[in-house]
């Protein structure tokens, strides 16, 4: 069974940093790419960036140049460093992993719990 343990949320004042991380666990034969989405009370979940097993990345508009994904492929984890952080930052981030599983024959999409981001003025 696949696992996505993420950490690093919390509360921050505006302008502040914060690091996530995300460890995929598991029968995991392998993974095509990985990346955070976050949700805000009230709003649709959106994608805040991702990364490929190749290393290349995408971003949503509103955080480029302040947030950075980084992944470390060989143990299976993804990080989101969070610079200049705003209010509206604040939402639920969530890992999310697309890969196969060891005894499965087609991909799929992994997600982790969520952590609460917090960002005030």
């Known amino acids: 069974q696949v696992q996505l343990v993420e950490s690093g949320g919390g509360l921050v004042q505006a302008g502040g940093s914060l690091r996530l991380s995300c460890a995929a666990s598991?029968?995991?034969?392998?993974?095509?790419?990985m990346g955070w989405y976050r949700q805000a009370p009230g709003k649709q979940r959106e994608l805040v960036a991702r990364?490929?097993?190749?290393?290349?990345?995408n971003y949503a508009d509103s955080v480029k140049g302040r947030f950075t994904i980084s992944s470390d492929n060989a143990k299976n984890t993804v990080f989101l460093q969070m610079n200049s952080l705003k209010p509206e930052d604040t939402a639920v981030y969530y890992c999310?992993?697309?890969?196969?599983?060891?005894?499965?024959?087609?991909?799929?999409?992994?997600w982790g719990q969520g952590t609460q981001v917090t960002v005030s003025s």
């Open positions: 999310n992993v697309y890969g196969r599983a060891r005894s499965m024959q087609s991909r799929s999409d992994y």
């Open positions: 598991g029968r995991i034969f392998n993974i095509n790419a």
């Open positions: 990364v490929s097993s190749g290393g290349s990345t």
